[in-house]
């Protein structure tokens, strides 16, 4: 017999924090017409080399199950790029493939927390990491960056203050997302001496890693690190070669991990899904053109939106070292969340709301400019539009 209180689910699912991002973009999918720059992501399809890659895996037959942690050539192509790229020595047995850089967290965060721990989170911070935490029954702790004439900036010793005996791991996003805030290697080298100290994780989320402008990529705390160091880093196919839709990403742990991990992907979806890591083997290998052409029209959108603020008596906004979000204020709309739905209402237009990225996003908006010019371009005016209203 189905009672009200066989309907309920896990206390801490009926319990889970609100998610101011994803309702404002339900909320614009209810309207038709609504233009979006409130995911992160361009509206380009994956480029053709990649997609003929998996194309032809799946015609090969590469549609069985597959090892729970990856196909070997793709964990040793990781492992190559990280080689290439930021000069780090890999074996593949401490890469993790994993189907999206969300699932990476999820596993970490999984194999990490118990029920009544706490995570000191970097905030402003994507919510996704936050849900995994709340899911694994542990707590969150946020320390904010600063904002200080135009720049964020992260007060260490705060971060060290905010770490108690229940700290299990530090969550630090660098590119952060949605400040365009990114760690340098002195940071990283500082953070994990503490950390080594006290024995606490790292998890740090490198998803933007490539979305930056004046570097070919930024450090990575992998270049800065021991192998044995308690430390995760999270990265995506998504975001670097247009590739949100696949779900694929990758975790790097201390070889320690491997086993805890593959033990979770085994009962989570027994490991990433099998010919679509071949269109990730052909972007790792094929794609640094596609991503400078990327960075091309991404810098290109950064001026532009940032002449356009500049230009508006309203808007207070810096332009980001990195990542393809504007993070800003308006002047006179302190409830970003009553803006977004006036937004997506008056000019059908749909924008992050800052609140959804903890307590010091209070008042803030997140555009994603990845998109094509016209795009943004409409998006722009559709923008000033609702703020002379
Ligand atoms: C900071 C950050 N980490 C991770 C992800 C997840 O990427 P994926 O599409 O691989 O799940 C995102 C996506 O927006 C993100 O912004």
Redo the contacts with the bound molecule.
């Keep these: 017999m189905v009672t009200e209180s066989s309907l309920k689910f896990r206390h801490i699912v009926e319990n889970l924090s609100s998610n101011p991002g994803a309702e404002i973009v339900r909320y614009g999918r209810r309207k038709a017409g609504v233009l979006s720059l409130g995911q ?1 992501e361009g509206d380009i399809a994956t480029p053709d080399f990649i997609m003929r890659a998996a194309e032809e895996a799946m015609r090969q037959g590469k549609t069985f199950y597959g090892p729970v942690l990856g196909h070997e050539e793709l964990r040793q192509e990781i492992a190559t790029y990280y080689a290439r790229l930021h000069h780090v020595d890999l074996p593949s047995h401490r890469v993790f493939v994993t189907g ?4 990476a ?1 999820h596993l970490a965060l999984t194999a990490l927390l118990d029920e009544d721990e706490e995570a000191v989170a970097v905030t402003p911070i ?1 919510k ?1 990491l936050v849900g995994a935490v709340e899911l694994a029954e542990a707590r969150v702790r946020e320390v904010p960056l600063r904002y200080q004439e135009g720049v964020w900036h992260l007060d260490m010793q705060q971060l060290f203050d905010s770490c108690t005996p229940q700290t299990r791991v530090i969550l630090v ?1 660098s590119p952060s ?1 949605p400040a365009g805030w990114v760690m340098t290697r002195e940071e990283m080298r500082t953070l994990l001496e503490f950390t080594r100290a006290r024995g606490i994780w790292i998890l740090s ?1 490198e ?2 890693a490539r979305t930056t402008y004046e570097l070919v990529h930024a450090p990575s705390f992998l270049e800065v690190a021991e192998p044995d160091d308690l430390l995760f880093v ?1 990265n ?4 670097n070669w247009a590739m ?1 839709g696949w ?1 694929l ?1 990758w975790l790097v742990g201390p070889a320690a991990a491997e086993a805890a991990i593959r033990d979770i992907a085994i009962y989570d979806n027994m490991g990433p899904p099998s010919f679509t890591q071949f269109g990730g083997l052909a972007a790792l290998r094929h794609g640094e053109d596609f991503i400078e052409q990327q960075r091309q029209l991404w810098r290109a959108n950064r001026d532009l939106v940032h002449e356009t603020f500049r230009a508006s008596n309203r808007i207070e906004a810096e332009k980001p070292a990195a990542t393809f979000y504007s993070f800003f204020k308006v002047e006179g709309e302190p409830d970003c969340l009553a803006l977004a739905r006036r937004l997506i209402d008056e000019v059908s237009l749909s924008m992050a709301p800052g609140c959804a990225f903890g307590k010091v996003g209070q008042g803030y908006m997140r555009m994603c400019f990845a998109v094509s010019r016209p795009k943004l371009e409409d998006a722009l005016d559709r923008l000033q539009t609702a703020l002379k209203r």
């Design positions: 992160g999206s850089g969300t699932t967290m994507w996704n996003t997302n989320d998803v933007y999270v995506s196919f998504s975001k949100t779900r990403g």
